[in-house]
């Protein structure tokens, strides 16, 4: 395909046009095309009701990016740093620390995937909380193992739903970890947290605006989970 038509070319592929792009000096110049001539909207909605379950009204991502934009600037930046740190020290040396004296051994995407994932949920979220003791540490280190083993589980399956492509047993599955993961994030569980960052309460605030059920606020968090991650 690519001596014939290059490096970037469209297929038809189950009823769908996909363009491949080999070049991958060549991706930004697409991505940032004007929407006039690509325009991703329409696509990055199919995609969040299609894997994440998430409809919601009047949706514009434009709008929201603004709203959510002061949240990780200036001092909110830094709160945010100040907070990542924390936590990744929480999951980390407490993980380590409970694990005994004996070496641990895993993966390196294993590694960097959890513990990232972990501490920027922690971070987002909130903690168990205040202030920090062993206890609640204790606590927030286990919350956040199974938050990122359910979010994984479905992480893994991605592509399939993506592309619809799920067995049945495999959509089961989804279904269930999707719900676990939808009781994890409920607002009224995350109201209970401590040291929420201003980035969540912001975006809570502009579901709420949109007149959004808080079951639908779930899904939604689940998403932006992946999103921000």
Do not use: C
């Not at 363009?19 to 110049?29: E, I, M, Q």
């Not at 995609?47 to 009204?57: C, G, H, K, T």
């Amino acid at each position: 395909m690519k001596e014939k038509h290059g490096d970037i070319f469209t297929v038809l592929v189950g009823g769908r046009h996909v363009t491949v792009l080999l070049d991958p000096h060549s991706y930004d110049a697409v991505v940032w095309e004007p929407r006039s001539k690509l325009d991703f909207h329409a696509y990055a909605v199919f995609l969040m009701e299609r894997i994440f379950d998430v409809q919601l009204p009047h949706y514009n991502p434009g709008d929201e990016k603004s709203k959510m934009k002061p949240t990780l600037l200036h001092k909110e930046l830094q709160a945010l740093t100040d907070a990542m740190y924390t936590n990744l020290r929480t999951v980390l040396l407490g993980d380590t620390m409970e694990a005994g004296s004996g070496w641990h051994e895993m993966g390196l995407l294993e590694f960097s995937y959890s513990f990232l994932l972990r501490a920027g949920y922690l971070t987002q979220y909130g903690v168990e909380a205040p202030p920090h003791t062993q206890e609640s540490q204790a606590q927030d280190r286990v919350h956040s193992a199974e938050v990122f083993h359910a979010f994984r589980q479905l992480d893994l399956q991605l592509p399939k739903l993506a592309r619809g492509s799920l067995s049945a047993g495999d959509k089961d599955q989804v279904g269930k970890v999707k719900g676990h993961l939808w009781k994890l994030l409920a607002p009224a569980r995350l109201a209970r947290r401590a040291h929420r960052s201003k980035w969540l309460e912001s975006y809570l605030l502009h579901l709420e605006e949109l007149g959004v059920s808080e079951e639908m606020q779930a899904r939604a968090l689940v998403l932006q989970l992946w999103a921000t991650q």
